[in-house]
């Protein structure tokens, strides 16, 4: 188990839902997708290791929540602006977390 966090820093994350609206293997890499993300005031690009598991088509149109406020960093020569939230069980199945129902894109979690 983690160490547990007051609320007050549960709220510092800026977690969000955010519509996939374009989805493409990065060159050169077996694990690697870049994503473009609608947040409806923005769009952000995300790059996951999420190959193994989805075709990039597959991800497309999906609404998945993100973690915005993570610092940004370069994976393969791409900036990720944002990270989605994915799960990962113990036998190595990661499925990306979605809404159990449609929302707008740029809703808040909390």
């Given at each position: 188990?983690?160490e547990e966090i007051?609320?007050?820093?549960?709220?510092?994350?800026d977690?969000?839902?955010?519509?996939?609206?374009e989805?493409?293997?990065?060159?050169?890499s077996?694990k690697?997708?870049?994503?473009l993300?609608?947040?409806?005031?923005?769009?952000r690009q995300a790059?996951?290791?999420?190959?193994k598991?989805?075709?990039?088509e597959?991800?497309?149109g999906?609404k998945?929540?993100?973690l915005?406020n993570?610092?940004?960093?370069?994976?393969?020569?791409i900036e990720?602006?944002?990270?989605?939230?994915?799960?990962e069980?113990?036998?190595g199945?990661v499925?990306?977390?979605?809404?159990?129902?449609?929302?707008?894109?740029?809703s808040?979690?909390?």
């Amino acid at each position: 188990m983690s160490e547990e966090i007051t609320f007050a820093e549960f709220q510092k994350l800026d977690l969000r839902i955010g519509k996939i609206v374009e989805a493409s293997q990065v060159p050169d890499s077996k694990k690697l997708i870049k994503i473009l993300v609608d947040f409806g005031t923005e769009k952000r690009q995300a790059v996951a290791g999420l190959l193994k598991y989805y075709k990039p088509e597959e991800l497309v149109g999906k609404k998945c929540i993100f973690l915005l406020n993570l610092q940004r960093r370069m994976l393969a020569g791409i900036e990720s602006q944002c990270m989605v939230l994915a799960a990962e069980d113990e036998a190595g199945n990661v499925v990306v977390l979605q809404p159990e129902k449609d929302i707008v894109e740029g809703s808040k979690i909390g």
